[in-house]
T-cell receptor
Framework: DTEVTQTPKHLVMGMTNKKSLKCEQH?????MYWYKQKAKKPPELMFVYSYEKLSINESVPSRFSPECPNSSLLNLHLHALQPEDSALYLC??????????????FGSGTRLTVV | QKEVEQNSGPLSVPEGAIASLNCTYSDRGSQSFFWYRQYSGKSPELIMFIYSNGDKEDGRFTAQLNKASQYVSLLIRDSQPSDSATYLCAVTPGGGSNYKLTFGKGTLLTVNP
């Protein structure tokens, strides 16, 4: 079992819906990440939170809104998505600072389909 | 544009053979290097990381790093059918964030019984 838990595992939403993806880790990590992965492509970084503050936003459209309520939780709020946003959304966590260079742990992902 | 290139594959080896996966990177200042395994429909799983030149062994897996040649490889000894997956090479950039990983496109490995 992964130590990074993502819910839901599958989500189908319409283009006018608002939904949220949730991620939780209890490894004491202080950096958390959202990645997007399309079929047969590598993961693409979307956002990084370090010590609960947004550290990196890779020019992601505003229809994706991240939130880090505390050191264990990471949310991704979705609104007015497009069908091309359908993908596997991966949460990850790692130690912060130079310890992040040891790599991070991915959650099992949320497979999102926008209809 | 900092790039990570992997041998395109797919790579097919018989059970018990050595599988060799290769990766080159363009950013000479890159600091840490990772190999992730991803089964179809699943999330990536960290197999190994390496940051010093030379070899690092963990069970049947050996990562090799040559910074002068900007080359990192993963050897899988005694390959098993359960090793069949896509292997992603990932690199942290030099001179900046520890948090950004640049992934290669992955190599699909099939181990035939």
């Amino acid at each position: 079992d992964t130590e990074v838990t993502q819910t839901p595992k599958h989500l189908v939403m319409g283009m006018t819906n608002k939904k949220s993806l949730k991620c939780e880790q209890h490894m004491g990590h202080r950096a958390m990440y959202w990645y997007k992965q399309k079929a047969k492509k590598p993961p693409e970084l979307m956002f990084v939170y370090s010590y609960e503050k947004l550290s990196i936003n890779e020019s992601v459209p505003s229809r994706f809104s991240p939130e880090c309520p505390n050191s264990s939780l990471l949310n991704l709020h979705l609104h007015a998505l497009q069908p091309e946003d359908s993908a596997l959304y991966l949460c990850a966590s790692s130690q912060a600072g130079t310890e992040a260079l040891r790599g991070y742990t991915f959650g099992s992902g949320t497979r999102l389909t926008v209809v | 544009q900092k790039e990570v290139e992997q041998n395109s594959g797919p790579l097919s080896v018989p059970e018990g053979a050595i599988a060799s996966l290769n990766c080159t990177y363009s950013d000479r200042g890159s600091q840490s290097f990772f190999w992730y395994r991803q089964y179809s429909g699943k999330s990536p799983e960290l197999i190994m990381f390496i940051y010093s030149n030379g070899d690092k062994e963990d069970g049947r897996f050996t990562a090799q790093l040559n910074k002068a040649s900007q080359y990192v490889s993963l050897l899988i000894r005694d390959s098993q059918p359960s090793d069949s997956a896509t292997y992603l090479c990932a690199v942290t950039p030099g001179g900046g964030s520890n948090y950004k990983l640049t992934f290669g496109k992955g190599t699909l490995l099939t181990v035939n019984p």
